[in-house]
């Protein structure tokens, strides 16, 4: 490559740091041109004293366009509007109002059977065994039919796999008894699509907001048995591995499994394999 041709400066990058670098070194540096039409920039003709400025501006920009979008979500989550760009599993958009959730009753039926399952003291293994048995798609692998999103091989090859994770959210999630939960996770900032958890008590609930799926006794008794759930001890070790064993079939990463009740057995173990035979 000996040229990079942009409509204009925002078009090669908002961040006013990494964009004057490439521009004034690293395009230099590999002998390559770079031109932005509208800004009138040619580095093969000095054309770009002005650029600095503009790239400070397009980051500006870009950061007011932020507060703005984010300022917009905040409203939309005080009024109880659901924003996000899928629905919970369990729930469909109401076609006639993209920000409020109806429910999908083949799923909602499931939902149900979970609750109901983790109440009688079912394992969440033995949940994922059974949903298995009766192959009910995965929330991913029903989205991938649905909406053809969240495609991966991982998906395509075990689509009725449940994991404890996904179980977890389930059973915790409030959406359930009718509320809307928002601002759980931003980014740390507008050049970072990287999302963080904020603390509780940013968390934006409204109640009621729609039709619920689970009773609210239910849940919350769900919730006390998790609290008094047996939780695994969890043995302080170094992996000195970690990170550079893969599994020689798949590829993914070898994870070290640790088993307390026999003396600290530890071995390195697939983690695809261990979940998903």
Known sequence: ?????????????????????????????????????????????NENDFAPFRNIMNEWYARDISKKIRSAYKTKALNGEFTGAYPPYGYDKNPNNKHELVINHKQAKIVRLIFTMY????????ISKILKLKKVLTPRADLHKTNGVYQSKNVMKYPYDWGSTTLLSILKNEVYIGNIICNKHQTSSFKSKKLKLNPKSEWIITKNMHEPIINVDQFNKVQQLMIHKKKTTI???????????????????????????????????????????
């Open 119 to 126: 109440l009688n003291e079912t394992t969440l293994y033995g």
């Open 235 to 277: 043995v302080p070790h170094e992996n000195i591995f970690k990170g550079k064993l893969s599994c020689s079939d798949c590829g993914m990463t070898m994870s070290l499994s640790i088993r307390p009740d026999r003396g600290y057995h530890k071995s390195f173990a697939c983690s695809t394999y261990r979940r998903y035979t």
């Open 1 to 45: 490559m000996n040229t990079v041709i942009t409509k204009d400066l925002s078009r090669l990058g908002r961040d006013y740091l990494t964009t004057g670098y490439y521009i004034e070194h690293y395009f230099p540096l590999h002998g390559v041109r770079y031109i932005a039409i509208n800004d009138s920039v040619d580095t093969e003709k």
